[in-house]
């Protein structure tokens, strides 16, 4: 998920059906507020939404549903809308693989990406239950309507684990965020090394000349020391990275902007992050250079006596964010 800049601070989830704003100089806005079809539902999990699309009148996104609170065990289900905020779940896009496989006990955390008039689907995979030890990979794919059906890429996943155990993915690879950027295809992921626990996580790159692969992890990685959560988004003619609390201080609850899509600079300091966050960004496979914030997207949410599921997010930003290095900036504390 799956996919913030300027000046962002993001409030907690509310339960129910309370909608809420928050403003914090110098004046962005978010609301979160419930969504119908794909919201909280008895003994039902959704979570870990891709970034949406919009193909005619329709936005799709597609999410890990299963039964259980994690997402490892999932499977990747897909919804549509006509108005981002009533969705109907159309039906399952990718299951497990057959017993044996490098994807047989789950598939979760998808994302999108549209290239050559096709759509690229990928997602994290677990060949069984996850434990401290048990690699996981990242698959591929594809189909020639956002509707499916999807067949895969290739006889494996997109990206494998270094075999190497010192290097910061030997353990895991997952939370792929695509982008097409000056031609070619940058697939950033969360990677996690042997024997380290998932508050030490980092960001990676893997870049391809074309959207089936193959994907080369670039010689730079990891780009960023920290994040658990993959959230990269064109910006202008670079990326920009959301990170969480998770990291060394000088990174965590930032946002990163590298005009290459590889040398990250810190940029803001923000407060809050959202759940997993997936959004709407018109611009991210057009080759634009003009590519802005996204203003709305879906991410986890929380509720009593319930597992998780989507909620809608909406953003009002503060324009021209200066998109160039800043020392470590405490304007922002981290919410207690």
């Not at 549903?65 to 896009?93: C, L, P």
């Not at 990269?232 to 670079?238: A, D, E, I, K, L």
Request: net charge neutral; proline share 9%; hydrophobic share 35%.
């Amino acid at each position: 998920m799956k996919t913030t800049f300027c000046m962002l601070a993001i409030i907690a989830l509310f339960p129910g059906l309370y909608r809420a704003e928050a403003t914090t100089p110098p004046g962005l806005r978010m609301a979160v507020s419930q969504v119908t079809g794909i919201g909280p539902e008895k003994g039902v999990m959704r979570r870990d939404p891709s970034d949406i699309i919009r193909v005619g009148n329709l936005y799709y996104v597609w999410y890990t549903k299963g039964n259980v609170f994690h997402g490892f065990s999932g499977t990747i289900w897909y919804a549509t809308s006509s108005d981002g905020r009533n969705w109907t779940e159309q039906g399952m896009a990718v299951g497990k693989g057959p017993s044996g496989s490098w994807h047989a006990y789950g598939v979760y955390t998808p994302n999108i990406m549209v290239a050559e008039n096709r759509y690229w689907l990928f997602f994290s995979a677990a060949p069984t239950v996850v434990r401290d030890r048990v690699r996981t990979s990242i698959g591929l794919a594809v189909a020639d309507t956002p509707d499916g059906p999807w067949m895969p890429v290739g006889d494996g996943p997109a990206l494998l684990t270094s075999d190497d155990r010192g290097d910061f993915d030997s353990l895991r690879v997952d939370d792929a965020g695509p982008i097409v950027l000056n031609g070619t295809y940058h697939l950033y992921y969360k990677g996690r090394q042997w024997d380290r626990s998932p508050s030490e996580t980092k960001l990676g790159v893997a870049i391809a000349d074309s959207p089936e692969g193959p994907y080369v992890k670039h010689e730079a990685n990891p780009l960023i020391p920290a994040g658990h959560e993959v959230m990269v988004w064109r910006q202008g003619t670079g990326v920009i990275a959301m990170i969480n609390k998770i990291g060394p201080p000088d990174y965590r609850m930032s946002l990163q902007y590298a005009p290459d899509g590889i040398r990250f600079s810190r940029v803001r300091s923000i407060s809050h992050v959202p759940g997993a966050g997936g959004f709407y960004c018109p611009e991210a496979f057009t080759g634009s250079d003009k590519a802005r914030a996204p203003t709305w997207g879906l991410q986890i949410g929380l509720r009593k006596d319930h597992l998780p599921y989507l909620v809608r997010t909406d953003f009002r930003w503060e324009p021209d964010l200066p998109l160039h290095p800043i020392a470590h900036d405490t304007t922002n504390k981290e919410p207690k």
